[in-house]
């Protein structure tokens, strides 16, 4: 049985140290499109570390019994599954929300961080630290894309989580929005940003260069 | 002979070699079945919850819409604060449908008697058949309409659309528009949701001199009293707005209704 020590580093790795989006640059996609405002970064953290934890837990379970040449197929289908009950339970429960996030939270569905902790680790570990590890994972995702969409909502429309914190100039205060910080661009800005920072302080992540640097003659 | 309890079936189907034909076979049919129910039993347990959301947006666009009419608030103002009156109008007839209230019009078109298939060359919108009844809001100014808000259907690039359309008192003049329902491409076609694109249908004229449907959304911005700016790359979702337009405005849609009203029958 996994001690809890294991238990924790599977919980915490994920975090920083492991981090999904920072360090295996998963998960982009969604990192850009819905971090526009801190509510929708949100609801999207909690959709998909809810879709993550789940189907780890559930291929955990079946994971001896998963044929190998139809597994791939077999946790897509679990995750896809789960991916349309909560986008139901969204429209049901968060109608606005869900309204907000449109196609993306279907697209869990393919969110290489799902099936990349069901197909790498859940597939050989048993279901309670398989869930811990997909639940690291989904917190992981969870604080990057919430850094990135407070970020975004504070300097794209002076507000945090829709209270305005920033008084607007044309409402007369001081603050004039940002309006890149509304655009996809900023997003990858951002995130490069957080990248940078990240590797500066633990150098360890930062991968050997592909090329030796070019050398120019006139930048002497 | 054969063991047929199934538990002990169960147990040697587990101990299978899970790469053995059987067990992949077995294992995948398991597997969508207990998804299959999973994903039938949120869709139908939480519809009902989603229709009522559905209908509340319905219903708060539709007031967001009046809101966003010009001098609507002022007409309501002079009404008295007397709210849009719904009425059920049967469409071949161009009048008030006896029998159907708004209460009603859910049941009656559930059944398939109630709606009229539509030949292609009537068919510009892509709708297949059309209700024989459809509920409308309308506006009054003493005994004349001032405003009349009729809901428009058609097939959009990736599914249906549907919007309200406010026509003023002559009903030639689009007054505004609102689309309630879309799955339009994010970012192109579904742009037809923005503000901005739907303020420029107030004041177009539908109609031309002689009475012919002239509205269209043009290619590029809008040079006439006819048309709305286009969507650069959404020229299928452009076209489904014009064939809605065209379609609801003609003889197989409100163009009775639209005669009754001028007519004063209203």
């Known amino acids: ?220 | 002979m054969a063991d047929l309890n199934p538990l002990s079936l169960w147990r040697r189907f587990l101990t299978l070699p899970n790469d053995s034909r059987t067990k992949t076979l077995v294992v995948a049919f398991l597997v969508s079945a207990v998804c299959a129910v999973m994903v039938t039993a949120a869709t139908v347990v939480l519809r009902p919850i989603q229709a009522q959301n559905r209908a509340a947006e319905q219903q708060a666009r539709l007031e967001a819409l009046v809101a966003a009419v010009p001098a609507i608030s002022d007409l309501v103002a002079r009404a008295g604060g007397a709210a849009l009156s719904t009425v059920v109008v049967d469409l071949d007839a161009g009048a008030a449908a006896g029998g159907v209230t708004p209460e009603t019009l859910q049941a009656a078109l559930a059944d398939p008697a109630n709606w009229t298939a539509l030949s292609p060359a009537e068919d510009v919108a892509g709708l297949g058949s059309r209700p024989d009844y459809a509920q409308i809001y309308l506006l009054r100014d003493g005994e004349t309409v001032s405003l009349a808000i009729l809901p428009i259907a058609g097939t959009g690039y990736n599914g249906r659309i549907q919007a309200l359309l406010a026509l003023g008192g002559d009903m030639r003049m689009v007054a505004g528009i609102a689309v309630t329902e879309q799955s339009e491409t994010p970012g192109l076609g579904a742009r037809i949701e923005e503000q901005a694109w739907q303020q420029g249908f107030a004041g177009k004229q539908l109609f031309d001199d002689a009475g012919a449907i002239r509205f269209s959304v043009a290619r590029g911005p809008a040079r006439t009293e006819h048309e709305v700016d286009g969507i650069t790359g959404a020229t299928r979702t452009s076209n489904a707005m014009t064939q809605m337009v065209r379609f609801w405005m003609g003889p197989k849609g409100y163009g009775p209704l639209i005669a009754a009203i001028r007519r004063g029958e209203f």
């Not at chain 1, 140290?17 to 999207?44: D, E, M």
């Not at chain 1, 859940?122 to 969409?149: C, E, F, H, K």
């Open chain 1, 1 to 220: 049985m996994a001690g809890r020590e294991s238990l924790w580093n599977a919980l915490t790795a994920p975090l920083i140290r492991q981090n999904p989006v920072t360090l295996q640059i998963l998960g982009i996609c969604s990192a850009l499109a819905v971090t526009t405002s801190l509510a929708t970064a949100f609801t999207l953290s909690v959709s998909l570390t809810v879709v993550v934890v789940l189907s780890a837990g559930l291929i955990s379970l079946i994971r001896r019994h998963i044929p190998n040449s139809i597994r791939l197929i077999v946790q897509i289908i679990i995750i896809a599954s789960l991916v349309i009950v909560i986008d139901q339970i969204l429209q049901a429960w968060f109608f606005a929300l869900s309204q907000r996030l449109s196609v993306f939270v279907s697209l869990i569905a393919t969110n290489c961080i799902v099936l990349g902790r069901t197909e790498s680790f859940a597939r050989s570990n048993p279901p309670l630290l398989s869930m811990v590890d997909a639940l690291g994972s989904g917190l992981g995702y969870s604080l990057v894309l919430t850094v990135i969409g407070a970020c975004r909502e504070l300097f794209g429309s002076g507000k945090l989580a829709g209270v305005a914190v920033l008084p607007l100039a044309d409402e007369g205060g001081w603050f004039t929005p940002l309006s890149l910080m509304l655009l996809a661009p900023s997003a990858f800005f951002l995130l490069g940003g957080l990248i940078w920072a990240i590797r500066s302080l633990r150098p360890e992540q930062a991968e050997p260069p592909e090329f030796p640097p070019h050398e120019t003659g006139e930048a002497r």
